[in-house]
């Protein structure tokens, strides 16, 4: 399968997410999800059975652990990309403060759109703003055997 037919694949599988809830540590299409749960219910439906299931986490994680807990396991079973590199289909890390560890994601979907769960909020389609830009920390892309 050709690059862009697996970042089509991707993106397809992430817009069907739009409007799930959010649900801290739940990965259901439809009933709900944070972003971690996200990535994780697009890695199912297109690879099948997970990897490895994240262990138990607060809303304040990565900030009590100070490691990148999220892009160690990111590196585990997706493939590292440069952040100039990043493009539709691959999946972004951003942390919220300057030294803190990366603790959110995202799955690009267009050069400045993306599709995220964030607190409170259902699944949605939103603008990669400078906001968001500023907060970029890593970049990764889902394996190509699809």
């Known amino acids: 399968m050709t690059a862009a037919a697996c970042s089509e ?8 997410w739009i409007g799930t809830p959010y649900g801290h ?15 994780r ?17 607060s809303p304040d994680w990565a900030e009590a652990s100070g490691r990148e807990t999220l892009a160690e ?4 079973h997706l493939r590292p990309i ?3 590199e990043a493009g539709p289909g691959d999946v972004l890390l951003f942390a919220y ?15 400045r759109r993306m599709i995220h769960a964030i607190n409170a909020h259902p699944v949605a389609e ?21």
Do not use: M, T
Request: contains cysteine; glycine residues 10%; hydrophobic residues 45%.
């Open 82 to 84: 440069a952040i100039a």
């Open 73 to 76: 396991a990111a590196g585990r």
């Open 97 to 111: 403060q300057a030294h803190a560890p990366a603790r959110h994601c995202a799955v690009q979907v267009a050069e």
């Open 126 to 146: 939103v603008s990669i703003v400078p906001w968001w830009r500023n907060r970029l920390r890593f970049a990764f892309r889902f394996p190509g055997e699809i």
């Open 41 to 57: 219910g697009i890695w199912r439906e297109l690879h099948g059975r997970e990897p490895e299931i994240p262990p138990a986490y």
């Open 25 to 39: 540590q739940a990965s259901l299409k439809g009933v709900g999800c944070d972003c971690l749960g996200l990535v």
């Open 9 to 16: 694949r991707v993106i397809l599988a992430a817009r069907g």
